[in-house]
């Protein structure tokens, strides 16, 4: 889901890659956990996609928390 997902942000299908990103944001988190490395890949590659649809709060937002979450594990 994540592959298909990069592949529409590739082609600049925002809104397909955003419904994607989501659900395995979504997943991610409940099956691995809140502060999994690869949840937190999830949560920044979904911010990117908010930040080329213009959506610059919920990018900045969920890119630190991301960040901060990234802080706390490493």
Known sequence: MNNLAS???NQGLWE????????VME??????GE??????????????TFWNQG???E??????RACFAYRRTS
């Open 7 to 9: 592949t529409f942000w």
């Open 59 to 64: 990018a900045e937002s969920l890119q630190i």
């Open 27 to 32: 997943i991610s988190q409940r099956v691995l």
């Open 16 to 23: 397909e890659a955003e419904s994607l990103e989501v659900k």
């Open 55 to 57: 959506r610059w709060k």
């Open 35 to 48: 502060e999994y490395p690869d949840t937190l890949v999830s949560m920044a590659n979904l911010a990117s």
